[in-house]
């Protein structure tokens, strides 16, 4: 049963910081970024970390995505093992290899992206999820890679491709490496086409950069999250490039869903059984 209208403590709602963190252990409650509301861990899952007072979409792991979307028991990893290396050396404040063994400690992941397939009502998928706790989603060359084998998977057994984007773009530690990654996954999204199998992109906040610039906006259907922010680059840069003020709600799923770009935006709760009657159009066999 959902906790919707659960009763906070007291303290919730003093002023005292002191006697709010003692009372409240930490890692029970979630602050919600958009409305302020405190909302208890085990509601905020079981609705799938989205807001039930403003439906406001946090961010979600890559695991707790794919937990929700496929049959029970259903999802087979693959390429788990695969990992980043640093071909350029590069260094900053930190070096490259620093930085990812910190992510890895963080998620619990390799890289950005979890592939595999998986069933939607009986029926299986090549599915790949970036994960935006990973450097930011930032695509790199195991990031591309895994995302273009999730598309070669779909095309040689004739499996529907889902991708779930969550990204701040391209990966600058890999330089070049990273940016080859755009061209691939594209390259491999035409072959998917040549065997007739529908590809299925969803946008989740954020959706950047050369991700955005790729394989994101390739979809034979492109579903977005409500509210999400998507495109190539941010606002400032875009209003300071193009010296124009630039219209309300620009970059949302909102707007690019008015003007074309989105074909449906569908909140997280109703993923699972908006694919699946999307792919019994798509996939009727």
């Known amino acids: 049963m959902l906790m919707r209208n659960f009763d906070k403590p007291k303290s919730v709602g003093t002023n005292n910081r002191r006697t709010r963190k003692k009372e409240i252990p930490e890692g029970l409650w979630t602050k919600c970024p958009h409305c302020g509301e405190v909302l208890f861990h085990k509601e905020l899952e079981s609705q799938l970390r989205t807001c039930p007072d403003c439906d406001h979409h946090m961010h979600i792991s890559a695991h707790e995505r794919l937990i929700a979307l496929c049959d029970?028991?259903?999802?087979?990893?693959?390429?788990?093992?695969?990992?980043?290396?640093?071909t350029l050396k590069f260094k900053a404040l930190k070096s490259y290899k620093d930085k990812i063994n910190r992510y890895r400690k963080l998620t619990g992941l390799n890289d950005s992206v979890i592939r595999g397939t998986g069933a939607l009502d009986g029926k299986t998928c090549s599915?790949?999820?970036?994960?935006?706790?990973f450097a930011a989603g930032s695509m790199g060359s195991v990031a591309g890679e895994k995302i273009t084998r999730a598309i070669e998977l779909g095309a040689a057994k004739k499996y529907p491709v889902i991708i779930f984007c969550a990204s701040g773009g391209a990966r600058m530690e890999e330089g070049i490496f990273s940016l080859m990654q755009m061209a691939k996954t594209s390259a491999a999204l035409a072959k998917l086409?040549?065997?007739?199998?529908?590809?299925?992109?969803?946008?989740?906040?954020?959706?950047?950069?050369?991700v955005s610039a790729s394989f994101a906006t390739l979809g034979d259907l492109i579903i977005a999250e409500p509210k999400a922010m998507i495109g190539f680059a941010?606002?400032?840069?875009?209003?300071?490039?193009?010296?124009?003020?630039?219209?309300?709600?620009?970059?949302?799923?909102?707007?690019?869903?008015?003007?074309?770009?989105?074909?449906?935006?569908?909140?997280?709760?109703?993923?699972?059984?908006?694919?699946?009657?999307?792919?019994?159009?798509?996939?009727?066999?």
């Open 72 to 86: 029970e028991g259903s999802f087979e990893e693959m390429d788990d093992n695969m990992q980043a290396v640093d």
């Open 127 to 133: 599915l790949a999820v970036m994960d935006f706790r």
């Open 193 to 210: 086409k040549e065997v007739g199998m529908p590809y299925i992109s969803v946008l989740t906040n954020p959706t950047t950069g050369g």
């Open 234 to 285: 941010g606002p400032r840069v875009i209003k300071e490039t193009t010296r124009q003020e630039l219209p309300e709600g620009f970059q949302t799923a909102e707007f690019l869903n008015e003007h074309g770009l989105v074909d449906r935006i569908v909140d997280r709760k109703e993923m699972r059984h908006t694919l699946i009657r999307v792919l019994s159009y798509l996939c009727p066999a």
